[in-house]
């Protein structure tokens, strides 16, 4: 069965400080892993992708088969990243391309 | 290009009422994903279609709901005879293609069943 785990609800840090913010998947096909957020009264957007293998506002997220993992990285957090972080998997599966969602992290930056 | 719309934001209906949820896609997108997201939980796949087709429904509960996304017009996400348990936000994505790359979210509809 496909799942993502993001087993932090909350997270707090300081503006400047590094930020990590944990992805675990299972999945036994080819994965495709996303990262979403969705600032405070806005929609959902994708943020980045591993397939692209960008870097989107600072953020960066290696894909790690072996660990199974795609944690989210940011070497010096800023203010307006205080937001919902979704991990999600997705790929065909079953005719459609639907994606998992994690639980979701809470990243608060304080100044 | 306006993005993906639902409708209403905020529904609030009354248990054994229906509840019914727009998402009209954005221009050109003929792939349409609805997600349902219980509190505190992560988004969780219902239902995909394409025009006038339900590709894979394997996430929608098999009573009371239904979707459907005709020719013309939006997609609609009905709830029939609903229930406290199904106070929820639900989003639509859309899609330009079959592809999990690029799906666009619209804000989502927040139901409450008092």
């Known amino acids: 069965a496909q799942r993502v785990t993001q087993p932090e609800k909350l997270l707090s840090v300081f503006k400047g400080a590094p930020v990590e913010l944990k992805c675990n998947y299972s999945?036994?096909?080819?994965?495709?892993l996303f990262w979403y957020v969705q600032y405070s009264r806005q929609r959902l957007q994708l943020l980045l992708r591993h397939i692209s293998r960008e870097s989107i506002k600072g953020f960066t997220a290696d894909l790690n088969k072996g660990e199974t993992s795609f944690h989210l990285k940011k070497p010096f957090a800023q203010e307006e990243d205080s937001a919902m972080y979704y991990c999600?998997?997705?790929?065909?599966?079953?005719?459609?391309?639907?994606?998992?969602f994690g639980k979701g992290t809470k990243l608060t930056v304080n100044p | 290009n306006a993005g993906v719309m639902q409708n209403p934001r905020h529904l609030v209906r009354r248990r054994g009422q229906e509840a019914r949820l727009r998402c009209s896609p954005m221009?050109?997108?003929?792939?349409v994903y609805w997600y349902r997201q219980l509190p505190e939980e992560g988004l969780k796949f219902m239902v995909y279609l394409q025009k006038e087709n339900i590709i894979d429904e394997s996430g929608m509960p098999k009573e009371r709901f239904s979707a459907e996304f005709p020719k013309e017009g939006p997609s609609i996400l009905r709830i029939q005879q609903v229930v406290r348990g199904d106070s929820a936000a639900y989003f639509c994505a859309s899609s330009p293609t079959l592809s999990s790359y690029e799906q666009y979210f619209g804000p989502g509809t927040r139901l409450t069943v008092t």
């Open positions: 221009k050109g997108h003929s792939h």
């Open positions: 999600a998997l997705g790929g065909a599966q079953g005719g459609s391309e639907k994606l998992v």
């Open positions: 999945y036994s096909g080819s994965p495709e």
